[in-house]
């Protein structure tokens, strides 16, 4: 193959691994493109704007090389631990990358929704999947998400059909499970509702021990006319792991998405939301919640574009970072000149528990049309000394006091997650992060 | 129960408290007054433990214990309460949770066993039905969006559940309609009992209409320089503060 990649992403794409041929025409040709665009844009320096405060140094350090087919057999029982407790959803598992049926649970899926491994439909119906895959990132893609496109061979499909809703929630867990080198597994995920459409996605990103791993995921996302899609991702991924994920998303007219985005878990995470409005009237609401201690790195970009009239956003991400941590918020909203009736709002407040912990934040707004709403804001602090002693007077002891303060500055987004089962789950692990925090 | 002797307090370089002297017994209402810039806040925060004031002479021994030597939460343990003047918003931690907390670390410091949900749920209940209180309390964060009256009879929900020994209310009075002040003075004397001692710190001789106290005392200047019965605040209604030749300092 004469398409490898000149940069330090080449092992990658090793030659044995996943991108070898997959038997169709378009998928190889699409890979073979996002081959060369990985290796004509080289590493991303801290130079340009999109990496301007996060290096990619540690990452490539660490020789990652594509998960190889086989990997260690699970029980259900395994994943036990991992599961939600008392979370009834369609479930879908991947481990390392990859679909795994004997420990997903898709039986009794309701008229109108499809559920499934990608390279399973690939091979079954890729008619299915023709239009879809690069069908909202596009055919040129910035390096991870065309690394991810250059290496796919699985992930999960969800597919919704017109007027289908579907109560229970439909559950997709990412686990990674440690192997004998540092593996990169690049999943991508296709979810797509038709017009009218209603569902609820949890995209949960889980490991066994706190092996050294990637994941670099994409996720492309429609919504149809009028479709509605609550979407929560919870990253806890192993203490050693790097995390990358690209989420692309395009909402037809009246569609209403939100996502709710908790980073718990990695050494190093990236996240990229990009949300492309592709119809009037569609509302997109962007919740975050992120942590970061000693040797974390929590990295969430934004890009709204709100290229139509009449469309709302919200941006609300809330970080406390602590010991060394380190979070960098870069979020753009971007309002084209016919984008009239805008309504925007985006807001990032971080909450510093040591004086080691750092962030970045960096909320921008674009307008080029003169009759929108449009607000921005973002802070850093830390404890109210006032708030901290009110607590103490009443019997309470500082490090509980302060952890009480840290949650009740992140329940506004732990709120949002539903059903409760999750938010508890959630609430609780936050705690346990918070308790085991260094206090200054 | 509790015994102050000396005390002398600086915030920054400023002495404030210049050599205090008070005794409060068991099941005592007393009550401090005095102009503004007196030191009676002052005192209240000291006692409580308050970070920004530095202690420079005197002792304060509670239920037996040298009290400046405890941390607020060690003090709370031993059962001291103070109703803050300004009582802190906690935008979204729970009251029923943080006072499920506040009491259980009480119980736990003392050796008894912590309150499980359902027991807890039901002191709640029974203690706003003393107080008159609507349950809708119990749901909202912590003084969050309450009004002044609100936020007071919060800090006096808190007093009852968390039934300390000795009360000190800063300035409850202060901003309060006369609705919201018979209210809270309601919930003041329905916990006033034998075993638990009360001191009001005011600028006002109004509340004492509604709270009898056993005994009053003037702050001036830093110093306890008149005590007597409640006949004292009626004199100080009459005369005003300058008659015992403690002027306003502000």
């Known amino acids: ?440 | 129960m509790l015994s102050i002797k000396g005390l002398k307090a600086n915030v920054g370089d400023k002495e404030i408290l210049k050599g205090l002297d008070l005794e409060i017994g068991r099941g005592e209402v007393h009550a401090i007054m005095g102009p503004n810039g007196s030191g009676k806040s002052t005192l209240a925060h000291v006692l409580s433990g308050r970070e920004g004031y530095t202690v420079t002479g005197g002792s304060v021994t509670f239920e037996g214990q040298d009290l400046l030597d405890l941390e607020p939460e060690a003090r709370a343990h031993l059962g001291l309460f103070l109703a803050f003047q300004y009582p802190v918003e906690l935008p979204g931690v729970n009251n029923t949770y943080f006072l499920k907390a506040a009491l259980n670390a009480i119980r736990k410091a003392r050796g008894e066993p912590e309150l499980d949900a359902v027991s807890f749920l039901r002191l709640m209940k029974e203690k706003l039905k003393v107080l008159h209180l609507d349950d809708s309390l119990l749901k909202r964060p912590v003084n969050f969006g309450f009004s002044g009256g609100e936020k007071k009879r919060n800090e006096i929900f808190q007093m009852a559940i968390l039934e300390p020994k000795l009360a000190i209310l800063d300035e409850t009075d202060s901003g309060l309609d006369i609705d919201a002040l018979r209210i809270v003075a309601d919930g003041v004397n329905a916990l006033r009992s034998p075993e638990r001692s009360v001191i009001l710190v005011t600028h006002y001789q109004r509340l004492l209409d509604y709270i009898q106290p056993d005994y009053v005392h003037v702050l001036a200047k830093g110093q306890i320089i008149r005590s007597g019965g409640k006949e004292l605040a009626l004199e100080l209604e009459d005369k005003g503060y300058g008659w015992l030749g403690a002027e306003e300092a502000a």
């Open chain 1, 1 to 440: 193959m004469n398409a490898t990649p000149g940069n330090g992403f080449a092992p990658w794409l090793a030659d044995d691994g996943p991108a070898a041929d997959t038997g169709l025409a378009w998928l190889d040709s699409r890979r073979a493109q996002a081959r060369a665009q990985v290796r004509d844009q080289g590493i991303p320096t801290t130079k340009q704007e999109a990496w301007r405060y996060t290096s990619l140094t540690r990452l490539l350090e660490q020789g990652f090389t594509p998960t190889a087919k086989a990997t260690t057999p699970l029980e259900p029982r395994d994943l036990e631990p991992l599961l939600v407790p008392g979370l009834e959803a369609y479930r879908v598992v991947l481990v390392n990358g990859r679909f795994v049926p004997g420990l997903s649970d898709l039986q009794h899926l309701p008229a109108g929704l499809r559920v499934g491994g990608l390279a399973q439909i690939l091979k079954s119906d890729p008619d299915a999947l023709k239009d879809r895959l690069n069908g909202v990132a596009g055919e040129t893609q910035p390096l991870f998400a065309a690394l991810n496109t250059a290496g796919l061979d699985d992930g999960v499909v969800v597919l919704l059909e017109r007027g289908a809703q579907v109560e229970r929630p439909i559950e997709l867990i990412h686990l990674s499970v440690g192997m004998d080198e540092p593996r990169v597994a690049q999943p991508r995920h296709v979810v797509a509702l038709e017009a009218g459409a209603q569902a609820s996605l949890i995209e949960r990103y889980v490991s066994l021990g706190e092996a050294l791993y990637c994941t670099n995921s994409v996720l492309e996302l429609s919504l149809g006319r009028d479709a509605v899609l609550k979407h929560q991702r919870i990253q806890t991924e192993s203490a050693n792991a790097f995390h990358i994920a690209g989420l692309y998303l395009s909402l037809g007219a009246g569609s209403r998405y939100q996502c709710v985005n908790v980073g718990l878990g990695a050494s190093w995470a990236r996240t990229d939301l990009n949300v492309r409005f592709a119809g009037e009237h569609a509302e997109c609401d962007l919740q975050g919640l992120y942590l970061a201690g000693d040797r974390q790195l929590m990295d969430f970009h934004l890009d709204v574009d709100h290229r139509l009239p009449h469309c709302s956003s919200r941006e609300n991400f809330k970080g406390i970072l602590y010991g060394k941590g380190r979070a960098v918020f870069d979020g753009r909203v971007y309002v084209a000149k016919d984008a009239q009736r805008t309504d925007a709002a985006m807001s990032n407040r971080n909450l510093l528990l040591s004086e080691g912990a750092e962030v970045d934040t960096k909320p921008q707004l674009e307008i080029n049309a003169d009759d929108v709403k449009c607000s921005h804001g973002t802070t850093v602090g830390q404890i109210e000394p006032e708030q901290l002693f009110y607590l103490r007077s009443r019997g309470i002891s500082a490090p509980l006091a302060r952890r009480m303060l840290c949650l009740g500055f992140a329940g506004e987004i732990l709120d949002c997650l539903t059903p409760d089962a999750l938010r508890d789950q959630v609430a609780e692990q936050v705690g346990s992060r918070l308790e085991q925090a260094p206090i200054d």
